[in-house]
């Protein structure tokens, strides 16, 4: 599981729509914006990284009204407890 | 993981982003706490030049996660996928953990730190005493720490009195060196990445951004993207890239062929009184490079450039470049940004010229939003080895090795006898690999070389052709993965990631930032700064580089103050960039910096910006002049603007190679991927190289999209699968180079002509044929040398 703290930037005045837009998504949960509306810190949640990116790529192409998607934080929480596990091998087994 | 701890990881990473727009969350109070780790340690990313500032979260002794800082200059938070997930290449168990010797049986075999030191200082003294001091190379890398470039550097020059150092930015950005030079009589842009949220303009040249420097790709988009009527955005670049996407205007001109491109702008901007006259009067000097002319000359020489001609040379629309020139020259500020399209050319330097004249006949130079700016591939070219001065010609502080004074300086300030440094370049990277062999053989002058964090048996251009010299001669490579380089090598010395030594990096926008030690290296991999110390010292250099310690940060510090002290009184002074200064400082500092109470320079040449403006016993500015480019070799403050002939490729396509083959990155791999490849997310997807072929090419030989496809050269060949793709204009096929699978290596194909000036090898450019050799074929293998002792795959 990855979960991402992340800033969605939207075009001028367009943040009550994108906020609405982004209910289609249960993967992103809005927190805040800022005070000229055109920044929105989400989360946004996907199984791994792929998904992600994929994911970010279609809330994009749905919403135009969005400018840009950037991650400040990405929690990949199962490689850290394969990490701290010490299962490096199959972790790194690239065809697994 | 349960729905409370969910929760609060994900109120955590929010409250992080929110610090990037310094935000807080309401109900954040205790959610930091929740991703957890022993403690946030500061530093930098190491995949590219932008510098992006990162904090390192690390638990029970282990890296556990990265995340943007916030009030980092250079990215605000942000960072890119090979940001985030870059460092986990370091727990991969390919490391190389111990120093290993190759024995007679031609298989590595494990040593002890004394054997293989011993073993490698005892060959180069043998190699010294028989074919003298210049026998033994030091070749390092944009991505060593600067301390550790410095130091190699000075053990080199100052103690074995040698100047065969070169570094990978040769291949990357000495052709940005040469233009810097040669224009403003001194190195690095004049402003900052500030400057591209000021401009209205944004003219990117030879630079997929999008991809190699994605962050500042970002600041670029957010930017055009806020304000889409008022900024501009120009792209000069064969390929329908990222970037180019999001242009205002394309200029699609065939590789190589962009100078007449530049030259018919100017030629557009003079034409319409699109230039500043004040600038043209007492900032530029017009010259053909052998002689001074007046601005009349130049404007008669710019005749040639019609758009039509242009056209004709380019295959770039006329019209379209006539709307480039408008842009640059009416919708001020315009900042133009470029990397290896513009430097990995034979005609580079001039390509770089040509960049600067737009700027100065427009007055785009040296004022807020306005700047003629080179972006560097690496993330230390500038800071580790153009400033430390790593390269066959350069002295610290970017100072010429052929400059008497200069030489003096850096005797004195090493303490070394006066006269001792060479005053010839040594050799440059191409000449350094073309001469380097065995000692029976005396056509080969160097007989061994050392090998710092590069990876050159894969990323030297036309790579075949130096095989045979890596492998007869005494190699040493330092580094933190086999590569094919080490499988050439006769001794491997395990180095340390950059989180597990510390050190200090210099990013594009001359500012420097220090990274701290995080995790202790595996094994007995060390520091690469102790390398360094230990072989100085078993050299009998101990005097000269005494940071020979154990405890890396102490002698990291070390090395930097000694680098401090010698760059003290140059053009490059960063002496009140101390350690302690970028330890408490969230963005790092930007030279020129004299002292520790300047707060950096983020425009240089600008009276009131630059401190070096009123700094006589640095450099001598009139106590009138506003602005001023005090490299200026004729003392008068100005800049080159020069008339460089039209000169196409080395290689353009014929009737035989009838393709123009162009090589680059992609967003997630780095370089010849031995890291980035070893971290699974980034190696699945992107686990092969590809050709990328225009429809129209590929109906005509047939080739669908998956088939196997031949590429080959005058040089040599690769095969591997087709992506039919309408970014790459019809007679242009690009080519990843980060596959270090042998029959996908790309740079057994390129061609290895370099540019006169700067020595820089035209990578971007060459002629090729291509033919169908197969149906699809699954190649996604996400290759990697894993074993040292794999054979090297090519009979040598
Ligand atoms: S843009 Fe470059 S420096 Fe920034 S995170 Fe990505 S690779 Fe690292």
Sequence with gaps: ?96 | MDLTRREMIKLSAASFAAAALNMSLPRNSSADEEIVVDKWVKGTCRFCGTGCGIYAGVRNGQLVGIRGNPKAATNFGFLCVKGFKGYMSMYHPDRLKYPMIRSEDDKFHRVSWDDALSKVTNKFKELHQKFGKDSVAFYGSGQCMTEESYTFNKLWKGGLRSNMVEGNPRLCMASAVGGYITTFGADEPAGSYADIEKAKTLFIVGSNMAECHPILFRRVARHKLQDPDNVNIIVCEPRLTPTARIADIWLPADPGTDLAVFHCMARELIKNNWTDSWYIENLCRFSTGAKVVDFNAYKQFLEQFTPEAVEKITRCPGANIKEAARLFGSQCPTMSLWTMGLNQRTRGVWANNLMHNLHLISGNICKEGADSFSITGQPNACGGVRETGSLCQLLPGTRAITDAAARADVEKSWKIPAGSIDPKPGFHTMEMFAKLGAEDDTSKPLKAMLVSTTNPAQSLPNAPKYYKGMKDAFLVVLDIFPTRTTQLADVILPAAFIYEKGGVYGCSERRSQLTQKCVEPPGEAKADLWIAAQIAKRMGLEKLIPWNGDDAPTSYKMAWDDYRECVKLTEHTLFGITYDRLTQMEEGLQWPCPNDKSPGTSRRYVRGHDPLMNMPDIVKVPSSALIYFYGDKQHEGKANVFLRPYKGPEEPPDKDYPFFLTTGRVIEQWHSGTMTMRVPEIARSKPNAYIEINPSDAKEYGIKEGDMVKISSRRGFNIMPARIVKNSLPGILFVPWFDQTWDRMINRVTIDAFDEGSKQPEFKICAVKIERVGDPKDVADMYIISDVNTPFPLKI
């Design chain 1, 1 to 96: 599981m990855v979960i991402t703290g992340s800033v969605i930037m939207v075009m001028p005045g367009s943040d009550v729509v994108v906020e609405e837009k982004l209910r289609s998504f249960p993967q992103v949960t809005c927190h805040a914006k800022s005070n000229s509306g055109m920044d929105m810190i989400v989360n946004v949640e996907a199984d791994n990284h792929h998904e992600l990116e994929s994911l970010c790529q279609k809330i994009k192409d749905d919403i135009p009204e969005i400018i840009d998607i950037g991650h400040v934080y990405i929690n990949f929480e199962e490689e850290i407890q394969k990490i701290e596990s010490g299962t490096w091998q199959n972790y790194y087994n690239l065809n697994d």
